[in-house]
Structures are given as C-alpha cells and as structure tokens.
C-alpha cells in the first residue's frame, strides 16, 4: 500500500509544480472568523510535494461527519477549479487511506502519551478506525508487485 499512489502522484508532478503541503492542516486547527469562513492559526510541518495531500490531511480530519462525502465532493471541485492538478482525485483517494492508517497508529499513541484515563484500546473511536483499515489493506492485498 506504502507505493500505491506514487506513480500517479510521479506523473502529476511531471506536469504540474509541487504544492505548499501543510501537514496539520485538520479541523481543530481552525477558527472561525466572524464573517465567513475559517483560518487555519496551527502552522506547523509545512513543506512542498504532493498537491492533493494538505486537502486530504484537513478532510480525514471531518470524515465522520454524516455529511462527510458531500463535504468532500464540494470541496474537491472547489479545489479543482482554483488549482486543476491531473489525477487528483485518485491521490486524494489513496491519501486519505493512507492517513487512515496513519490515525489508527497515532490516536491511540497521542491518547496515551497524553496520558488519558483508559487504555490505548478506549481510545477514541479505535474499533471503527481498525475496521476501516483492515478493509482498505483487504483492498490492497495482491496488488503488491
């Protein structure tokens, strides 16, 4: 799964120049504003790369939310309008199975590094993150070259 999405995302980057990644790009570093909108106020590991995947790190951030999938389409065609990157729906894609394993490994450590009542496994939502993950690396399975 680790090489799944590197030679489409090989081929964008032939094509289009690398983008401002900002790695902690997730809902809980936003604020409102009292007008319209929201404004990141977290900018830390930030670097250039991969163009789909600071909106697929902010989107893992929401993907439980019952609107989920909506929210993601609105925002992918908003994104694709202002900055119209070849394959990125297929990166973004792998990008968010890749943060979901990513999340299974590193909710349970932050929750008890932070040394929260409960073991690792009361973490927060850990049996449906371990769910989503056993199909997505089922997904995967024979397609290893």
């Not at 997505?136 to 399975?141: A, M, R, T, W």
Request: proline share 5%; charged share 30%.
């Amino acid at each position: 799964m680790l090489h799944a999405g590197e030679e489409a995302l090989a081929r964008v980057l032939k094509t289009h120049p690398p983008a401002f990644i900002f790695e902690s790009a997730h809902v809980g570093h936003c604020m409102r504003l009292r007008r319209r909108g929201f404004r990141f106020v977290n900018w830390e590991k930030v670097s250039f790369g991969d163009p789909s995947f600071t909106l697929a790190v902010f989107l893992s951030s929401i993907s439980e939310r019952d609107d989920f999938l909506s929210v993601k389409e609105i925002m992918v065609k908003k994104y694709l309008q202002i900055n119209p990157v070849p394959e990125c729906t297929a990166l973004l894609d792998f990008r968010l199975k890749e943060r979901a394993v990513s999340n299974l490994l590193w909710v349970p450590w932050a929750h008890v590094k932070r040394r929260e009542a409960g073991e690792a496994g009361s973490a927060p939502d850990l049996g449906r993150r371990y769910e989503n993950v056993k199909a997505i690396l089922k997904e995967f399975q024979g397609k290893r070259k």
